[in-house]
T-cell receptor
Framework: GAGVSQSPRYKVAKRGQDVALRCDPI?????LFWYQQALGQGPEFLTY????????KSGLPSDRFFAERPEGSVSTLKIQRTQQEDSAVYLC?????????????FGSGTRLTVV | AQSVSQHNHHVILSEAASLELGCNYS??????LFWYVQYPGQHLQLLLK??????LVKGIKGFEAEFIKSKFSFNLRKPSVQWSDTAEYFC?????????????FGKGTKLSVKP
């Protein structure tokens, strides 16, 4: 597609509920990143894939967070047993390059509200 | 740990005023530097980037930024702002030559331009 697509755009979850957030990167983009943006903050790195390999998950805040990209294209970020502090916008970005950087294309994000 | 500081949380200007948004980073090695913009209701977009070469970088929409290595700074400038520049601006850094490309973002500066 023309851009990075994320779904759903908005998600309201009850505390303790599991959620799955989807990212469709630009076709052919090798690298895919997930970021978390809390209100009033800049995006913070969560995890990074190169094709289907998850090369860095150091930013995942807890073991309740899990991400996958099984076929090297679509990625899913799963949050188990959601907590209020998980409320944020979750951004996905993809880039054409593998190990170098030419500029991300960001999706519009999924706004998660945990009530 | 590497960090990015944006000194101004909210800047309010009148149209035609000049703009300078500060950005400092903490990292002693070689870095790539970026400014992203997020217009209301839209996704993050790359404004400009610096990898190497001329430290004065020109981006889209008349924006420019100057990399001053001795000051660890990458300030964003525009000689004359327009109402349509109202947005949030994020400075970001990644480590040049690293095996991963995750960005470290500042907290952002909200720019409001009065017509």
């Amino acid at each position: 597609g023309a851009g990075v697509s994320q779904s759903p755009r908005y998600k309201v979850a009850k505390r303790g509920q599991d959620v799955a957030l989807r990212c469709d990167p630009i076709s052919g983009h090798v690298s895919l990143f997930w970021y978390q943006q809390a209100l009033g903050q800049g995006p913070e790195f969560l995890t990074y894939f190169q094709n289907e390999a998850q090369l860095d998950k150091s930013g995942l805040p807890s073991d309740r967070f899990f991400a996958e990209r099984p076929e090297g294209s679509v990625s899913t970020l799963k949050i188990q047993r959601t907590q209020q502090e998980d409320s944020a916008v979750y951004l996905c970005a993809s880039t054409q390059a593998g190990t170098d950087y030419y500029g991300y294309t960001f999706g519009s994000g999924t706004r998660l509200t945990v009530v | 740990a590497q960090s990015v500081s944006q000194h101004n949380h909210h800047v309010i200007l009148s149209e035609a005023a000049s703009l300078e948004l500060g950005c400092n980073y903490s990292y002693g090695g070689t870095v790539n530097l970026f400014w992203y913009v997020q217009y209301p209701g839209q996704h993050l977009q790359l404004l400009l980037k610096y990898f190497s070469g001329d430290p004065l970088v020109k981006g889209i929409k008349g924006f420019e930024a100057e990399f001053i290595k001795s000051k660890f700074s990458f300030n964003l400038r525009k000689p004359s702002v327009q109402w349509s520049d109202t947005a949030e601006y994020f400075c970001a850094v990644n480590l040049s030559g690293g095996s991963q490309g995750n960005l470290i973002f500042g907290k952002g500066t909200k720019l409001s331009v009065k017509p």
